[in-house]
């Protein structure tokens, strides 16, 4: 039984500690016949109420393999919509100096998912698509000192997970708790503590760097 306890919470810290330490910062890229159109925020992590960019990137395979090229005046018929549930607005899409690459500014208001959608045609090629970008994000994630002691919460809930995985592997030592098939059950049993241990560690360490 113990076996299993430490193959669960083996798992459960190194999905915890993996999700934690791994950046979802992405753009979004669809393709539309030739044309490659990626979709994100300028800065990222997106923040609730604070200025914001939305930046496209629109390219077709070059002349050589592996090189594309920028697609100028991309928008000329095309409209753009962002869109937060039932709510909708129509983007003012402005061109950057570099060819390919558009932005358009906003103010996200509210947390959560947003869609991008692109109607029209860019030289010939119907454009119909949806992208979404990154969920926005709470001021917490830049709020320094931190306004709540949830994080605190969070570290003592790990390190209390810690203390009943030292208590385990004690017992496993003392042979308080016995396993069924003898060394090689302890073995696996002791190395999968040290997993949980080391991968709730990494947990508290990113929470900490989190706040």
Same mark, same amino acid.
């Given at each position: 039984?113990?076996?299993?306890?430490? %193959?669960?919470?083996?798992?459960?810290?190194?999905?915890?500690?993996?999700?934690?330490?791994?950046?979802?910062?992405?753009?979004?890229?669809?393709?539309?016949? +030739?044309?490659?159109?990626?979709?994100?925020?300028?800065?990222?992590?997106?923040?609730?109420?604070?200025?914001?960019?939305?930046?496209?990137? &629109?390219?077709?395979? #070059?002349?050589?393999?592996?090189?594309?090229?920028?697609?100028?005046?991309?928008? +000329?018929?095309?409209?753009?919509?962002?869109?937060?549930?039932?709510?909708?607005?129509?983007?003012?899409?402005?061109?950057?100096?570099?060819?390919?690459?558009?932005?358009?500014?906003?103010?996200?208001?509210?947390?959560?998912?947003?869609? %991008?959608?692109?109607?029209?045609? &860019?030289?010939?090629? &119907?454009?119909?698509?949806?992208?979404?970008?990154?969920?926005?994000?709470?001021?917490?994630?830049?709020?320094?000192?931190?306004?709540?002691?949830?994080?605190?919460?969070?570290?003592?809930?790990?390190?209390?997970?810690?203390?009943?995985? +030292? +208590?385990?592997?004690?017992?496993?030592?003392?042979?308080?708790?016995?396993?069924?098939?003898? #060394?090689?059950?302890?073995?696996?049993?002791?190395?999968?503590?040290?997993?949980?241990?080391?991968?709730?560690?990494?947990?508290?360490?990113?929470?900490?760097?989190?706040?």
């Amino acid at each position: 039984m113990i076996v299993v306890k430490i %193959v669960i919470l083996s798992l459960m810290a190194l999905l915890i500690s993996v999700g934690m330490l791994t950046p979802s910062f992405a753009h979004t890229t669809v393709e539309v016949e +030739q044309y490659k159109i990626e979709a994100g925020w300028g800065i990222e992590p997106p923040v609730v109420g604070i200025r914001n960019d939305v930046v496209f990137k &629109i390219t077709e395979s #070059g002349e050589t393999e592996g090189t594309y090229r920028g697609i100028t005046s991309a928008f +000329q018929n095309v409209e753009a919509t962002v869109m937060y549930g039932g709510a909708s607005k129509n983007m003012d899409i402005n061109s950057d100096p570099k060819p390919g690459y558009y932005f358009s500014s906003i103010i996200p208001t509210k947390t959560g998912s947003y869609l %991008v959608d692109l109607q029209g045609e &860019i030289r010939g090629v &119907i454009v119909n698509v949806q992208i979404p970008i990154e969920d926005v994000e709470s001021t917490s994630v830049l709020d320094f000192p931190p306004t709540s002691s949830e994080g605190s919460a969070d570290v003592s809930a790990l390190k209390n997970a810690i203390s009943s995985l +030292q +208590q385990d592997i004690s017992k496993l030592k003392s042979g308080e708790t016995s396993t069924s098939n003898g #060394g090689a059950a302890y073995d696996f049993a002791i190395f999968g503590l040290s997993i949980a241990a080391a991968a709730i560690i990494l947990a508290i360490i990113a929470l900490i760097k989190r706040k």
